[in-house]
């Protein structure tokens, strides 16, 4: 699939979160940005693990007047990793799973942990 196809998935999500949500997400001018790999230094931390996005940066519950960040704060997703389990055709099963993981890296923003998170998608 090319990258175009899979930007397109992950912004048709993005438009359809709920408005208080995508309002916060522009306000804080919090990025989803798709890569096609996830970079080397990610994989190297979670060798031998599929990516499929990251969240990056300082959660809304963590931010502070003060804090200090060397990067700005924003998700990524990554299609190779779903092409990697799915293919490279974007079928109704990638497109569940594209939306979960925009989602689950969403919820890392506002706060939630991986439990949390695992509750709040059903498992």
Known sequence: M???EFEKEVNYILRN?????????EKEEIRVLCREK?????????????IFGMFIGV???DKRVFSIQHEPTRIE??????????GD???EEMKGHI????????????GFGEDEIRNLLGG
């Open 77 to 86: 997703i990554y299609k190779e990793s779903f092409e990697e389990v799915y």
């Open 59 to 61: 959660s809304k519950k």
């Open 17 to 25: 979160i709920p408005g208080e949500y995508k309002r916060i997400l």
């Open 38 to 50: 996830v970079p080397p230094e990610i994989a190297a931390e979670h060798r031998g693990m599929v």
């Open 99 to 110: 939306y979960r993981t925009v989602i689950h890296e969403i919820a890392h923003y506002f």
């Open 89 to 91: 055709f974007l079928t």
């Open 2 to 4: 090319r990258l175009q």
